[in-house]
C-alpha cells in the first residue's frame, strides 16, 4: 500500500486536509490559547487522594526499581540451557540498536526483528517531523527512508501534499518556516512497536506514537498540542539496511487527558530548543 491509498492519508491529512498539528476546532473567546486552562473543579479530598495515589505510585516503582538491582546471583533460577528467558512485549531488548546515522537519521539496523521494529521507531520520528514540511529537507528524509523503486514516485506525492497553499494554510511559508516570532512544533515519541508480519526480506511493523505538534506564539491559531496514533510501516531489506515500502496511520490509542496545567508559548519554544531527541530502540 503505498500514500495512493486514501487510508495512508490520515498520517498528513487527518481525513480533513490537516497535518497531525491539527487547527482549533471552534471559535475561542479571545483568551490567550497558552493561557490559564479551565480547571475542573476539585474539593480537597480529591486532591489528597489524588497526592496519596501518586505518593503510592511512587513507592511502588522505587520498590520495583530495587528489586530489579538485587541483581541474578541466584543459581537456583538457571535452568543451565544459557537461553534467555522471552521477553515481554514491551521490554527492551538490550541489542545495539543501530550502527549510525546518514543526515541526522538512524542508519544501519541489524537484520532481524528486532531491528525492524528499532527501523520502524525511528522512521516515523521523522516523516511526523518539522523536517518534512522543508522541502530541501523532506528531499533528504525521502530518499533515505524509502526503497529506491519508491522514491521518485513519493517525492511527487509529498511535494505535492505539502504545497506553498497547504503550508500556508498551517502558518508556514513555502520552505516551511512559521512566522517571526514563532516556532513550528512537530515531535513524535514512539510508544511501543508490534511486528504483524515478518521474513529475512520484509517486515510489517506498527508503531503506537504519541507527540506535541502546532505552532508555538502569541498571534497563534494551530496551538501545540497532544495526539496520539499508530503508524503502520511496510518495510523491505534492501540495500543492507531497512527500507520503507509503504505506510498508513489511524488515530490512537489515546489515554484520557491529564489535569495538566498548559505552558506558555515561550516554554514549549525554549523546550523545543532545548530538549534533543533520541534514537529509539526495541
Known amino acids: 500500500m503505498t500514500p495512493d491509498d486514501d487510508r495512508n492519508d490520515g498520517l498528513f491529512f ?4 490537516e497535518t497531525r498539528t491539527r487547527l482549533p476546532e471552534g471559535e475561542g473567546g479571545g483568551d ?13 479530598r480529591t486532591s489528597s487522594r489524588s497526592l496519596v495515589t501518586v505518593v503510592g505510585v511512587v513507592v511502588l516503582l522505587i ?12 543459581s537456583s533460577s538457571d535452568s543451565g540451557d544459557g537461553k534467555k528467558p522471552d521477553a515481554a512485549p514491551t521490554a527492551p531488548s538490550g541489542e545495539r540498536p543501530v550502527g549510525g546515522k546518514r543526515g541526522g537519521i538512524p542508519a544501519g539496523f541489524a537484520h532481524d526483528e528486532q531491528g525492524a521494529q528499532s527501523a520502524a521507531s525511528n522512521y516515523a520520528v ?14 533528504e528524509i525521502v530518499r533515505q527512508l524509502f526503497v529506491a523503486d519508491k522514491v521518485s514516485e513519493l517525492e511527487g506525492k509529498f511535494n505535492n501534499t505539502y504545497s506553498k497553499e497547504f503550508l500556508g494554510k498551517i502558518g508556514l511559508d513555502e520552505k516551511g518556516n512559521p512566522a517571526p516570532g514563532q516556532t513550528y512544533v512537530s515531535r513524535t515519541a514512539p510508544v511501543g512497536t508490534k511486528t504483524t508480519a515478518y521474513s529475512d526480506s520484509a517486515a510489517t511493523v506498527e508503531v503506537w506514537c504519541t507527540g506535541a505538534f502546532g505552532t508555538a506564539g502569541q498571534d497563534t491559531t494551530n496551538p501545540v498540542s497532544n495526539d496520539w496514533f499508530t503508524l503502520t510501516l511496510k518495510l523491505r531489506w534492501s540495500g543492507g539496511d531497512w527500507k520503507v515500502e509503504s505506510f498508513q496511520s489511524k488515530d490512537g490509542p489515546a489515554p484520557v487527558n491529564g489535569d495538566n496545567k498548559i ?15 533520541f534514537t529509539y530502540a526495541r
Request: glycine letters at 18%.
Open 14 to 17: 487527518g481525513g480533513s486536509g
Open 32 to 44: 490567550d490559547v497558552y493561557g490559564s486552562p479551565r480547571r475542573s473543579g476539585r474539593s480537597g
Open 63 to 74: 520498590a520495583a526499581i530495587a528489586f530489579a538491582n538485587r541483581g541474578g546471583d541466584d
Open 126 to 139: 521523522s516523516l511526523v517531523s518539522a523536517d518534512i514540511l522543508k522541502p530541501d529537507r523532506r528531499t
Open 263 to 277: 505552558s506558555t508559548a515561550d516554554e514549549i519554544a525554549k523546550a523545543v530548543q532545548e530538549y534533543g531527541g
